[in-house]
């Protein structure tokens, strides 16, 4: 057991002082990727904080891709998608948030016309002794 957690952790170090050499660079993302989401966050009409930023860094990430700059740019992209997704996740809760608080509201409404049907329905009864 030690041995393999020693393993896991030799091996995660030697994968970030790989990723130190500034001539390497692993991007996560495509400029594509980023273009897509600001695409559908566009088209979703979502327009928040996190959108604004987003947009911030796309251009900025683009800008320096352009320069030569990939590591930074690659960086920024990266930072943007999150920001896209972070928008998205945001909506989708607030929509879901918004489908709860009707349920409940209906929910509340119908028991209360339960109750009613269960008093008249009591009465009834009682009535006819």
């Known amino acids: 057991m030690k041995r393999l ?4 952790a030799c091996a995660a170090a030697l994968g ?7 001539g390497l660079v692993y991007p996560s993302t495509t400029p594509a990727e980023a273009g897509t989401l600001k695409n559908f966050c566009e088209q979703q009409n979502i327009m928040s904080p996190e959108v ?18 990939r590591s930074l740019g690659y960086a920024h992209l990266d930072l943007a998608i999150i920001y896209y997704r972070l928008a998205l996740r945001k909506q989708e809760f607030a929509t879901a948030q918004k489908r709860f608080d009707e349920s409940a509201a209906k929910l509340s409404e119908e028991q209360e016309q339960l ?15």
């Open 5 to 8: 957690l020693m393993a896991c």
């Open 16 to 22: 970030l002082l790989a990723g130190c050499d500034k």
């Open 52 to 69: 604004r930023s987003a947009d911030s860094l796309y251009s900025l990430g683009n800008v320096k891709l352009r320069e030569g700059n």
């Open 115 to 129: 109750a009613t049907y269960r008093e008249v329905l009591k009465e009834m009864k009682g009535g006819a002794k």
